[in-house]
Nanobody, 126 residues
Framework: QLQLVESGGGLVQPGGSLRLSCVAS????????ISWFRQAPGKEREGVSC????????NYTRSVKGRFTISRDNAKNTVFLQMNSLKPGDAAVYYC???????????????????WGKGSLVIVSS
């Protein structure tokens, strides 16, 4: 059973940076596409970014394009979300999620993710 644990959240001033990590255990991440979601208080959960199993396909929601970068290190069973130029609107609990794509190495998605971490809180405030 794949387990995911997020880390790297915290308090940062507007304009600052954080790097979130999503570490997997229980299985290799090699055949899993990974997505990052976030949920702010009173708002629906939204997909932020995703990356395919081979790392060559990435996707970003429009509000974070040019500021966030998703990457993966399969040797370390870890996916990262580098967040730069953070805004108060980026504050949320960030979750990573995984979906198996053993035969589709270029696909990532925000739909029907079966494996989830428990989240990491990001606060953007001066």
């Amino acid at each position: 059973q794949l387990q995911l644990v997020e880390s790297g959240g915290g308090l940062v001033q507007p304009g600052g940076s954080l790097r979130l990590s999503c570490v997997a255990s229980g299985n290799t991440l090699d055949y899993y596409a990974i997505s990052w979601f976030r949920q702010a208080p009173g708002k629906e959960r939204e997909g932020v970014s995703c990356i395919s199993t081979n790392g060559r396909t990435t996707n970003y929601t429009r509000s974070v394009k040019g500021r966030f970068t998703i990457s993966r290190d399969n040797a370390k069973n870890t996916v990262f979300l580098q967040m730069n130029s953070l805004k108060p609107g980026d504050a949320a609990v960030y979750y990573c999620a995984a979906k198996s794509y053993p035969y589709s190495r270029h696909v990532c998605t925000y739909n029907a993710m079966p494996y989830w971490g428990k989240g990491s809180l990001v606060i953007v405030s001066s």
